[in-house]
Antibody, heavy 114, light 112 residues
């Protein structure tokens, strides 16, 4: 069974940084393309970024609102996906999910507020 | 970037009746080399993460009831629930994975 567990969310001031983690189990993590998706309170789903598997060169892609501020990375030895978020803005407030497409975590809440 | 537009934004259907959600893409998501449409449908209930229902536009995910079906090709797609059950209430999203992924704005489905 695919399991994804996010952590690292919390309250941060505008301009601050936060790193989210997502621990995966139940599937071949190293072969999976992994995504971060967020959902602002009461709003729809917004794709944030992804990282391909190392066999597909491990390249990353980002949504325009976060490009240059967020970085997706992975540690296949730890079955863990990361999202480094810098220069955070109030509009980044959301629940952040990691996902394979089929499997989703329960999400971690990031609140950006002064 | 590919923009997905869903219609309607909200929908109220009686139990046992058919529910239909549409998704229009700003460009084709049909990959000609394999004749597959890179389009998925998700269901999200309050307080829960999304759940994959349909992928490749019309393939049901394992365990998804057969009252859910997907159709369409190219730029126009439809999710149909043939006989609405109470547990189907939620928000439905289409997503394309032809290029960098994007979601439609969502369609809220309620019981009439």
């Amino acid at each position: 069974e695919v399991q994804l567990v996010e952590s690292g969310g919390g309250l941060v001031k505008p301009g601050g940084s936060l790193r989210l983690s997502c621990v995966a189990s139940g599937f071949s993590f190293s072969n999976a393309w992994m995504n971060w998706v967020r959902q602002a309170p009461g709003k729809g789903l917004e794709w944030v970024g992804r990282i391909k598997s190392k066999t597909d060169n491990g390249t990353t892609d980002y949504a325009a609102p976060v490009k240059g501020r967020f970085t997706v990375s992975r540690d296949d030895s730890k079955n863990t996906l990361y999202l480094q978020m810098n220069s955070l803005k109030t509009e980044d407030t959301a629940v952040y999910y990691c996902s394979t497409g089929v499997g989703w975590g329960q999400g971690t809440l990031v609140t950006v507020s002064s | 970037d590919i923009v997905l537009t869903q219609s309607p934004d909200s929908l109220a259907v009686s139990l046992g009746e058919r529910a239909t959600v549409n998704c229009k893409s700003s460009q084709s998501v049909l990959y000609n080399s394999n004749n597959k449409n890179y389009l998925a449908w998700y269901q999200q209930k309050p307080g829960q993460p999304p759940k994959l229902l349909i992928y490749w536009a019309s393939t049901r995910e394992s365990g998804v009831p057969d009252r859910f079906s997907g159709s369409g090709s190219g730029t126009d797609f439809t999710l149909t629930i043939s006989s609405l059950q109470a547990e189907d209430v939620g928000v439905y999203y289409c997503q394309q994975y032809y290029s960098t992924p994007s979601f439609g704005q969502g369609t809220r489905l309620e019981i009439k």
